[in-house]
């Protein structure tokens, strides 16, 4: 046996799969988008020359000064005021690829956007929306996991009592109702009816206040709540019927002790990987959210690159939100090895 | 005593060698034992009760859920209003209906106070004439509205001066003068006035906005055409450099040139306008912040954008702003988004200062009466001198109920082409003579009977030329072609000379004549002329394009059903097969075919679903198919385990030792074992899939041919504000169908496999 401890072994092994599952499916998308209908050029003339240039900078394009029969349909021809003319072509889409690979390797460049805010990078469009998404999506997971948390052990303590058909019957409705249908009430109830709460997301940074996160997170809410409740609640009433248990009770604990020092804490093992999951689950899901309510987001951004086609944004989108839901899961593998030190994910059956 | 059990009150049954004794310990003589059953036949008893198979056992455990068959039946109810309702209803869905647009929910008969077919108007202005008792006089009722729309004016809210605030992207109208200096002085040369009818911030998301406005010269002996300038005002700096809010900026210089004069305006004022100028404000406000003459500060804020106009040396000026629209576009061109448009907001022309009236007949203004007292609101309307007079039309802000559907269906004017009255004429339903025009209408007795004339009334006859499809020998429509070549910007050919013409959906387009004819303006009933019997009720109201809710969203559940039964039916036949022939074989099979699926799933759906539908474009089909790619491996993990769960049973392996071969083992004794697992998880795929495509419909990516009930929605999303109705009707439905779905199949997951009951 080496010296080095199973986790580390066993998370070195897991990231190194991460980083080449990531490799896969952004591969995978690169040449499932190359072969798409191209990107728009929008603008006047130059806008599109500049373009194209940076096209052939990033080696996707090739520029002639006259025309190539023989390479198929020229993409844009422009005639700068020196009157100098310039043809460009499209290369084929492996050595795109070569050459998107060589400019993430070795400048860490990963192309401009084309279309939505033209010739700015596109991992800085990322980092700049970024931090709204995952702010609203933190917010949402600290309150929805304490409140669900709670109504679970109180559905699971009152089993088939009034109570929790009440909580059964409210968390099977809001399990079952679509995130967007659920904000699309709250803005027609809080903004549009109350008129109470802003009904969009304020453009500007400086107007951002907490009136603002209300709806959104609100939004979120509703579902996180509603599937925590029901997970709490199965897992304690799973663990509440179980023999240790008994044990417990026949040899003289209250069941407010039991409840606390035994039954919660086993009921938690399943439950903390749960939250990272559903922390990725809201995260992807956000983008009907943000479409909805403006929030300038990358869920937001993913529907408009997809709209405009504007790839390279999308791409760089992808990756991230690739990376975020690989890494979860591998905390999340994790995390049962560290709430409960018997379960060893991935190890061979003995 | 231990051994000896009670049978019965007097009956023993003893081990053999003890010693028999009674309840005192007293020993009982062998002659009063009996032995039980010892002249009678034992055999095995035929069962009483009926064999039960495991199917009829699942359904009995499913009828003890008392909720999953509840969500059942609403299934089945929704499901057969999903067939039924497409064909029962008869209104037609596929066409713009425009006289039919936005009609609320209609029930019950009008005048019942709920889901009646009215709309209650809260704080409208609108103008009506008032009796000599003070009563409102109905027949003096403008803006379209008759006696018979307006059921009940709840009441007349106070009225007080000022804009009307609406959310619009374009105005009209708009009059300043500027008559004295603000100060008080006579020497106008630093007075002006500003009005800011945009009101929006432009940071968004790259967002591009365009203002388009056309001013006006107002001939008025003793005023002159003033200067005018383009400015913004929001958060800026003071002379000190704090921040302070309010701060005006040009954005363009001063101008007294207002562009060609165009045709001269026939109004009351007398006003000719000029041509409409456009100004991109992105470019204006970049070019100011990039010179400093604009600080950074202000367009992180929100802003209004407007006019400041500048008197020139002369004493008056009057400034006349026609029209003003402001457009907004996203970076790559494309409409804002509806929360990005809701920002827009187009003020009406005016300020608190100066001389300045509103002449969009929306500024209402108290009317002191001579006691005091307030009366109702003026309606001012700009004369043709300077004044502004007070019309006797009291225009004031009033609630009230609305009833849309007898404006919609009710006695109209309207102007058709005189086919019909032709055809009336013909079948002796009519007497008119176009020689002699409107007074020569008259419905006969026949006409009466027949129910078919919808006018009451002629108003008015033109001679008009009218387009007729040009029509070959044998009858049929001659379509439209090119003349010649058609090109693109790269100079390629798109339409060749001889093709045919074709419209934005793609139809080829019909050629056309003129031909004479007569236009007539009638007084219509409505829904006779619309072709109805009678006046239609719309249980769910009607959308902006007038289809009728009710069937709209039914027939888009309906593709939305078969859609997902499609998609699951596909699953459960490919998914079984593959995770049957991978669990079953094992091994090496197995190893590569979960790689296959690992990669699949490894693709994000919406990334395949988008390339699909960009390469093939966003049909039914197309959606379908890129649904069915990867949400297949679900069912194949779950055959694939099952597979493996009985593949190495006893009963399995007695088989195999009897000579049964593989397809005797897959489909007799695996299979039908494993089936409920599969079927239920399969069932339970059906909302996910009218999930995954209400989400992607939602946003704008899903099927754009068919109406699915995520398309209704998303069309419903865009009217929130105005019409909650449309998104509500489609949304509870949603709703209902996946609470239902859910409860259904958690229900027969629970009868199928009564071990997984209560895991969620």
């Not at chain 1, 579902?223 to 240790?244: D, Q």
């Not at chain 2, 499913?62 to 929704?78: A, Q, R, W, Y």
């Not at chain 2, 593949?647 to 074992?673: C, M, Q, W």
């Not at chain 2, 041919?705 to 439905?733: E, T």
Request: proline fraction near 3%; charge should be neutral; include cysteine.
């Amino acid at each position: 046996m080496s010296k080095i401890p199973y986790i580390v072994r066993y998370s070195f092994k897991r990231i190194l799969l991460l980083l080449f599952s990531t490799f896969v499916i952004l591969t995978i998308v690169f040449f499932l988008i190359k072969v798409l209908p191209g990107e728009t050029m929008i603008g006047n003339e130059p806008a599109k020359f500049s373009y194209c240039e940076n096209q052939v900078t990033l080696g996707y394009f090739v520029s002639y000064p006259q025309e190539m029969k023989n390479l198929g349909t020229c993409v844009f021809n422009y005639t700068d005021p020196n009157g100098l003319q310039y043809f460009f072509y499209k290369k084929p889409i492996i050595l795109q690829y070569f050459a998107w690979l060589k400019g993430i390797f070795t400048q860490w460049n990963w192309g401009v956007s084309s279309a939505l805010q033209p010739e700015s990078s596109a991992i800085r469009i990322i980092f700049e929306r970024i931090g709204v998404t995952v702010s609203i999506n933190v917010i949402a997971i600290v309150i929805a996991v304490p409140l669900g948390f709670i109504f679970g052990i109180i559905a699971a303590l009152n089993k088939n009592k009034p109570i929790d058909h009440v909580l059964s019957t409210i968390v099977m409705i809001f399990i079952s109702v679509p995130s967007f249908v659920i904000i699309s009430l709250l803005l027609l109830i809080f903004s549009y009816t109350f008129r109470i709460l802003p009904n969009t997301w304020p453009s500007s940074s400086a107007a951002i206040s907490v009136v603002n996160y209300i709806l959104p997170v609100a939004a979120i809410c509703f579902g996180t709540v509603a599937s925590f409740t029901r997970y709490t609640r199965a897992e304690l009433c799973e663990v509440m019927s179980s023999e240790f248990l008994l044990l417990a009770r026949t040899k003289g604990l209250t069941k407010s002790q039991c409840v606390v020092r035994h039954a919660l804490r086993n009921s938690l093992v399943p439950i903390v990987p749960m939250i990272i999951g559903e922390f990725v689950g809201i995260l992807s899901g956000s983008f009907v959210l943000e479409g909805i309510y403006g929030i300038p987001g990358i869920g937001g951004l993913f529907v408009n690159s997809i709209n405009a086609k504007d790839w390279n944004v999308l791409l760089v989108d992808m990756a991230v939100t690739t990376i975020i839901g690989l890494v979860a899961n591998l905390i999340c593998d994790l995390s049962y090895g560290i709430v409960d030190p018997r379960i060893r994910m991935g190890a061979k059956a003995a | 005593m231990n051994d000896v059990k009670t049978i019965n009150n007097n009956q023993f049954v003893y081990i053999a060698g003890d010693k028999a004794c009674d309840d005192f310990g007293n020993s009982v003589s062998d002659d009063k034992f009996l032995f039980v059953q010892q002249d009678k036949k034992l055999h095995d008893v035929k069962f009483t009760t009926k064999p039960t198979t495991f199917l009829k056992d699942a359904l009995k455990r499913f009828g003890k859920n008392k909720s999953s068959v509840t969500g059942g039946i609403i299934l089945g109810v929704l499901f057969l209003l999903a067939i039924i309702v497409p064909f029962a209803v008869p209104f037609n869905i596929t066409k713009l209906n425009n006289y039919e647009t936005n009609l609320p929910m209609k029930l019950f008969p009008t005048g019942s106070g709920f889901w009646d077919g009215t709309t209650k108007l809260v704080n409208q202005a609108l103008p009506y004439k008032l009796n000599d008792d003070g009563s409102i006089n109905y027949e003096k009722l403008e803006d379209g509205y008759t006696q018979d729309d307006v059921k009940d004016v709840v009441k007349i809210s106070d009225v007080s001066k000022g804009y009307v605030d609406v959310a619009t992207t374009s105005g009209q109208g708009g009059y300043a003068t500027i008559d004295k200096d603000p100060a008080g002085g006579n020497d106008l040369s630093n007075a002006f006035l500003c009005c800011y009818p945009f009101d929006f911030d432009i940071v968004g998301s790259g967002n591009k906005y365009t203002a388009t406005f056309t001013l006006g010269t107002r001939e008025q002996t003793g005023y002159t055409t003033p200067n005018w300038a383009f400015i913004v005002r929001g958060k800026g700096l003071n002379d000190k450099g704090d921040e302070v809010d309010n701060i005006r900026y040009l954005l363009t210089d001063y101008s007294d040139d207002y562009g060609k004069e165009v045709e001269k305006e026939d109004s009351l004022m007398t006003v000719t306008p000029h041509e409409s100028i456009t100004l991109n404000i992105n470019d204006l406000l970049n070019e100011k912040i990039q010179s400093k003459a604009i600080p950074n500060i202000l367009i992180e804020n929100k802003f209004s954008v407007g006019f400041q106009i500048k008197a020139k040396d002369d004493y008056r000026t009057a400034f006349y702003l026609h029209d003003f629209e402001l457009r907004g576009t996203t970076s790559s061109g494309n409409a804002l988004s509806g929360s990005a448009a809701r920002e827009l907001k187009a003020r009406s022309f005016g300020t608190k200062n100066s001389s300045v009236r509103d002449a969009n007949a929306m500024v209402l203004e108290k009317q002191k009466m001579q006691d005091g007292s307030t009366n109702n609101a003026k309606y001012w309307t700009q004369n043709s001198d300077l004044s502004f007079t007070s019309s006797d039309t009291y225009s004031a802000k009033c609630s009230m109920r609305v009833d849309r559907y007898s404006q919609a269906y009710g006695i109209k004017s309207i102007t058709f082409f005189n086919d019909k009255f032709d055809e009336w004429i013909n079948k002796g339903y009519i007497e008119y003579d176009y020689n002699v025009g409107a007074k020569s209408f008259k419905i006969t007795d026949k006409g009466k009977q027949s129910q078919e004339v919808y006018v009451t009334e002629v108003e008015k006859q033109q001679y008009q030329e009218k387009d007729e499809d040009v029509v070959d020998a044998s009858g049929n429509k001659v379509y439209k072609t090119y003349d010649s070549d058609v090109k693109d910007d790269y100079g390629n050919v798109i339409h060749k000379a001889g093709d045919f013409v074709l419209d934005s959906k793609g139809n080829k387009v019909v050629l056309t004549h003129k031909v004479p004819a007569y236009a007539l303006t009638c007084k219509t009933i409505m829904y006779k002329y619309l072709g109805y019997k009678s006046m239609p009720y719309h249980i769910f109201g009607t959308d902006g394009q007038g289809r009728d809710m009710f069937k709209y969203v039914f027939s888009g559940l309906r593709t939305s059903l078969l859609l997902a039964v499609a998609v699951a039916a596909f699953n459960i036949i490919f998914g079984i097969i593959w995770g049957s022939i991978s669990g079953y074989f094992g091994g090496t099979t197995d190893l590569i075919m979960e790689r296959i699926t690992d990669v699949l799933s490894g693709i994000p759906s919406i990334i395949l679903m988008t390339a699909l539908t960009l390469l093939w474009g966003p049909t039914t089909f197309v959606f379908a198919l890129s649904l069915c790619l990867t949400s297949w491996i679900g069912t194949a993990s779950t055959t694939r385990s099952q597979f493996y769960r009985y593949r190495d049973r006893e009963y399995v392996l007695a088989s195999k030792t009897l000579g049964a071969r593989s397809p005797r083992l897959i489909f007799r004794h695996i299979l039908p074992n494993a089936m409920g697992t599969i079927v239920t998880s399969s069932v339970l795929m059906i909302p996910s899939v009218i999930f995954s495509e209400a989400t992607l419909s939602y946003i704008g990516l899903g099927i754009k041919n068919a109406d699915s009930l995520g398309r209704i929605m998303s069309d419903g999303q865009k009217v929130l504000s105005s019409y909650p109705y449309q998104l509500i009707f489609p949304a509870v439905i949603m709703a209902l169908l996946m609470i239902c779905f859910n409860l259904f199949g958690n229900g027969l997951r629970d009868a199928v496999n009564p071990s997984l009951k209560g895991s969620e």
